[in-house]
């Protein structure tokens, strides 16, 4: 199997250029699906930390680079929404926050924020012995006593515990990004839910300064304002 990938088919939110040249790294087996980004990419074309896979290889053989708390050797690793990137030898800390066209930026924060990440429930079940297991957007799954969590909620989560440090109800008025569409990077508060009948996506209508947008329910996440990076 193949080790590149064709530029111009890249998800939309990969942060590169898609006509310097014809093929770029693939992404390796992880979390985000598709729209993960390889490591590699965010190291060289968005950092530019290193100038070759070898350099990356190298970089991370050292145990330099973290992702969610944990060292990284495999630099096809997938990066993605709301993922958080720790240089510890550099003093620099990252989370990975969506940008203007849905392409991935990186939005630096301090060592603090670093220790945890927002995750978007997107699927709950109960299990055996009463707790409740959770599945957040990047296919993570924790399990909690507390079920009281729901679809569409965002869960700060301890990346050394895996304990939920705090919880953000997905309803009228919470304060939201689009990660996806045409509104992707987006942010405002949540004005309306519309429910569709069937099998239809609920719509949102997302209130801002200068109006507001509508988008699909499945493109919107909670967050608060320590996220959006305006205060860094």
Known sequence: MSNHQKRLSAPNSWPIERKEETFTVKAGAGPHGESGVPLLIVLRDVLGYVDSRKEARYALDHGSVLVNGKAVSDEARPVGMFDI????????YYRVFPGEGGRL??????????SSRLGKVSGKTQVAGGDFQYTLHDGTTLVSEDGSYAGGDSLVVDNDTKEVVAHFPYEEGALVTAVAGSHAGEIGEIDEITVTAGSGDNAVRVAQDDGGFETVEEYVVVIDENFTGDDE
Request: overall charge negative; charged content about 45%; proline content about 6%.
């Open 85 to 92: 990137l720790a240089f510890d030898e550099r003093e620099e």
């Open 105 to 114: 930026s990186l939005t630096p924060i301090d060592e603090e924020a670093a």
